[in-house]
């Protein structure tokens, strides 16, 4: 047979996404003339059963994509020049160690974007790079966006990944507030197929509910849809809570007796009663009720919030609050509820570090806490422009578009560019890594191996996968961990320090496998390790979420305990809405669409073709009020910036509401994105305000964002 007609299938996980699809990828011919010749979801797939989106089909175009950095780049007097990864280690290394040496360790920064959780050789290898440069000045995507629920998660478990999820497979009654899983495939809830594991629910007699101030495609193929006025989240949150406390909702379960905290709590909460929720929330009050009485009629019923309920002003009093519903529910830890799910590889220890702290040291400008040891990105461009002792005068990103993905864009592109040093690991020269001094890039998803290991953690059933790679890297290319290892081993010697190169990151999964609540040591049936998966590329089904939070607690005395007091400081601290300025009268929220989740995404014809995605939803009562016309182009304008927007009008928003999409804004000067350039559409970050964050986290506030439109000129 010639050699280019030999065709080879291949099983692996989608990495695009939090859903971790399983994909059959036929590929012909071998070697570096193997090519894609279809991308096919994995029937065999237990967890995912077959499921894909059309993202999927456009990791062929990833691989292929003619602007994909493969060897590293440096910055000469403005234009790129292609050098060794030897010379890149070298001077960069020597760089850092002067400017470190000179500034000291915390006048470099390292932010680390959403992409790393999807490739584990970041994740296992990040640790080293943060070694070598001994920087507590580390910024990553968690808090645009997660962070309110790993604090949570934190200060009720005692450990931020000790998250429970939907167990939607069978639970009778589901509420999901500010999120919409038929766009982004599940969030914070790994949930490939959702939209028939959310029909199942409706065909088991059960119901769910979208409360959001847009009729989302997940509101559509709800039982009921509740419009709320952006922000208010908190309000409904703590007034169902109050609800629960004075008409005798509150059950009984497994958990009850190691509560604490609970009078506390029902003081904290007794002024959200339903007058005042249904006036700042918009819904009415026998709505409010029905919905209260719904969700407690049983305890296998469970209470999600996502992205829309994290990034406005109290995400982690929001976040915090779903978690006492469920727990008042007796809904945490039972089937049908919230439970935990038990990865193959296990959660790292209470104390060591990742389990989690917060507020150890703060940023230097604004005093923003840290969490796990990351400080807040809405701080990073000050940290870098404002003068003085600490002021940040280098950064490494790692993956990553912060100029798109953070609040104030324009801003950070003004920082971004009065620094030192810039290195980047990317292998796209976009609206950030522009600004770089260094591009490093990393080989191709489908060029390496892989595993889930953050999504398998939050996953709606219990599954373990390992991903061979599809192509053998090009000659000359590296992976991310030998990035990762060569440049912390060159930067570790050009500070007198010595570090030693860590394993594959292949290697540190076998040993997670084998110490991991489904190995042979812990006499698990399926006595899984790295051999085994590999001999079982559909993935292997660890069956569904399991009960057993009581042992798994990390907290100190093994409690739970709800008072958590700086939250409930922050209760007595709650605004009563009064209004919008005159200047900004509607309010902003974000949008997601199935075929984009991060802005490189825009570089793929397929994912970008056909109706323009990125336009301003208006509502017609406002169009009418503000003499706006249809697909007319206004300015959008915020405190920090303005920005010219095509408005669409569409009654999916609520009036007063507009909506506008993340991650596009792709006509900055500089990249070398060409299909995204031809698509640009206009950063929702460029609008959003880098001084507007979660007062106890830090959090962005991305969702409710003062505005006004206005006509041109
Ligand atoms: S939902 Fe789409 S992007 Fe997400 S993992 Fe599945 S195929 Fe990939």
């Given at each position: 047979m010639n050699e280019q007609t030999i065709r080879t299938t291949h099983y692996r996980a989608c990495h695009l996404c939090e859903a971790i699809c399983g994909l059959k990828i036929e590929t012909e011919g071998v070697q570096q003339e193997q090519r894609i010749i279809s991308i096919k979801g994995d029937e065999h797939d237990p967890f995912s059963r077959g499921h894909i989106c059309p993202k999927a089909i456009a990791l062929q175009d990833?691989?292929?994509?003619?602007?994909?950095?493969?060897?590293?780049?440096?910055?000469?007097?403005?234009?790129?020049?292609?050098?060794?990864?030897?010379?890149a280690f070298d001077e960069i290394a020597q760089i850092v160690a002067e400017i470190q040496g000179r500034e000291g360790n915390?006048?470099?920064?390292?932010?680390?974007?959403?992409?790393?959780?999807?490739?584990?050789?970041?994740?296992?290898?990040?640790?080293?790079?943060?070694?070598?440069?001994?920087?507590?000045?580390?910024?990553?995507?968690?808090?645009?966006?997660?962070?309110?629920?790993?604090?949570?998660?934190?200060f009720l478990y005692g450990h931020q990944f000790l998250i429970p999820v939907p167990d939607i497979d069978r639970t009778k009654f589901m509420v999901i507030m500010g999120g919409n899983p038929l766009a982004s495939n599940g969030s914070m809830m790994t949930v490939p197929d959702v939209k028939k594991r959310l029909k199942s629910i409706q065909?088991?007699?059960?119901?769910?509910?979208?409360?959001?101030?847009?009729?989302?495609?997940?509101?559509?193929?709800?039982?009921?849809?509740?419009?709320?006025?952006?922000?208010?989240?908190?309000?409904?949150?703590?007034?169902?809570?109050n609800y629960m406390f004075n008409n005798?909702?509150?059950?009984?379960?497994?958990?009850t007796n190691v509560f604490d905290g609970l009078a506390e709590v029902e003081q904290s909460v007794a002024g959200f009663s339903l007058a005042i929720v249904s006036a700042q929330t918009g819904i009415p009050a026998n709505q409010l009720i029905d919905l209260f009485d719904a969700f407690c009629a049983q305890p296998e019923s469970v209470f999600y919030g996502r992205m829309g309920v994290s990034v406005q002003q109290h995400g982690s009093l929001c976040q915090w609050a779903i978690q006492v519903i469920n727990l008042l529910n007796g809904s945490v830890d039972v089937p049908g509820g919230a439970m935990v799910p038990s990865s193959a590889i296990a959660y790292v220890q209470p104390g060591e570090p990742g389990s989690g702290h917060y507020n150890l040291f703060q940023t230097r400008v604004r005093g923003?806490?840290?969490?796990?040891?990351?400080?807040?990105?809405?701080?990073?461009?000050?940290?870098?422009?404002?003068?003085?002792?600490?002021?940040?005068?280098?950064?490494?990103?790692?993956?990553?578009?912060?100029?798109?993905?953070?609040?104030?864009?324009?801003?950070?592109?003004?920082?971004?560019?009065?620094?030192?040093?810039?290195?980047?690991?990317?292998?796209?020269?976009?609206?950030?890594?522009?600004?770089?001094?260094?591009?490093?890039?990393?080989?191709?998803?489908?060029?390496?191996?892989?595993?889930?290991?953050?999504?398998?953690?939050?996953?709606?059933?219990?599954?373990?996968?390992?991903?061979?790679?599809?192509?053998?890297?090009?000659?000359?290319?590296?992976?991310?961990?030998?990035?990762?290892?060569?440049?912390?081993?060159?930067?570790?010697?050009?500070?007198?320090?010595?570090?030693?190169?860590?394993?594959?990151?292949?290697?540190?999964?076998?040993?997670?496998?084998?110490?991991?609540?489904?190995?042979?040591?812990?006499?698990?049936?399926?006595?899984?390790?790295?051999?085994?998966?590999?001999?079982?590329?559909?993935?292997?089904?660890?069956?569904?979420?399991?009960?057993?939070?009581?042992?798994?607690?990390?907290?100190?005395?093994?409690?739970?305990?709800?008072?958590?007091?700086?939250?409930?400081?922050?209760?007595?601290k709650i605004a009563l809405d009064s209004g919008h300025e005159l200047d900004f009268p509607l309010t902003l929220i974000g949008r997601r669409h199935v075929r984009s989740n991060n802005s490189w995404m825009h570089n793929y014809h397929r994912l970008v073709k056909g109706k323009p995605r990125h336009h301003c939803f208006v509502h017609s009562s406002?169009?009418?009020?503000l003499n706006l016309v249809d697909g007319e182009e206004v300015i959008l304008r915020?405190?920090?910036?303005?920005?010219?927007?095509?408005?669409?009008?569409?009654?999916?928003?609520?009036?007063g509401v507009v909506c506008l999409p993340h991650g596009w804004g792709h006509d900055r000067q500089g990249i070398k994105l060409e299909v995204a350039e031809r698509?640009?559409?206009?950063?929702?970050?460029?609008?959003?305000?880098?001084?507007?964050?979660?007062?106890?986290?830090?959090?962005?506030?991305?969702?409710?964002?003062?505005?006004?439109?206005y006509k041109l000129n």
């Open positions: 990833m691989h292929d994509d003619p602007d994909r950095l493969k060897l590293p780049v440096k910055k000469v007097d403005g234009a790129w020049q292609q050098i060794s990864w030897e010379q915390d006048s470099l920064a390292v932010y680390a974007g959403n992409p790393n959780v999807h490739n584990y050789g970041n994740l296992t290898h990040g640790r080293m790079l943060r070694k070598a440069l001994g920087t507590k000045q580390n910024y990553s995507a968690t808090s645009l966006d997660q962070l309110p629920h790993h604090f949570a998660a934190y065909e088991r007699g059960g119901k769910f509910v979208v409360i959001d101030p847009r009729r989302t495609e997940t509101a559509d193929i709800a039982d009921s849809h509740l419009f709320i006025k952006p922000g208010t989240d908190i309000f409904l949150l703590l007034g169902m809570i005798e909702r509150v059950r009984d379960g497994h958990l923003l806490p840290e969490f796990g040891g990351e400080l807040p990105v809405s701080a990073l461009a000050e940290e870098m422009l404002t003068p003085g002792e600490g002021q940040l005068k280098a950064l490494f990103t790692l993956a990553g578009n912060p100029v798109l993905s953070s609040p104030n864009g324009r801003q950070l592109d003004q920082a971004l560019e009065k620094l030192d040093l810039m290195v980047s690991l990317d292998f796209y020269i976009n609206e950030t890594t522009q600004h770089a001094d260094y591009i490093l890039p990393p080989t191709a998803a489908l060029e390496h191996d892989h595993y889930d290991i953050a999504f398998h953690r939050l996953a709606v059933r219990d599954t373990a996968r390992f991903n061979e790679p599809v192509f053998e890297p090009e000659a000359g290319t590296k992976h991310d961990w030998e990035i990762l290892n060569g440049l912390s081993i060159a930067i570790a010697a050009a500070k007198g320090q010595s570090l030693r190169a860590m394993p594959a990151p292949d290697i540190l999964m076998d040993m997670g496998l084998q110490m991991g609540p489904y190995s042979k040591k812990a006499g698990s049936e399926h006595a899984l390790n790295l051999a085994k998966l590999k001999a079982n590329p559909h993935g292997i089904d660890l069956g569904p979420l399991k009960e057993g939070l009581l042992k798994r607690l990390c907290t100190e005395n093994k409690r739970i305990n709800l008072a958590v007091e700086i939250l409930l400081s922050a209760i007595n406002d169009l009418n009020a915020s405190r920090v910036n303005e920005i010219k927007v095509q408005i669409e009008m569409s009654d999916e928003v609520m009036p698509h640009a559409g206009v950063s929702f970050n460029d609008v959003s305000d880098d001084q507007a964050c979660d007062p106890v986290t830090g959090n962005a506030i991305l969702n409710g964002i003062p505005c006004g439109l």
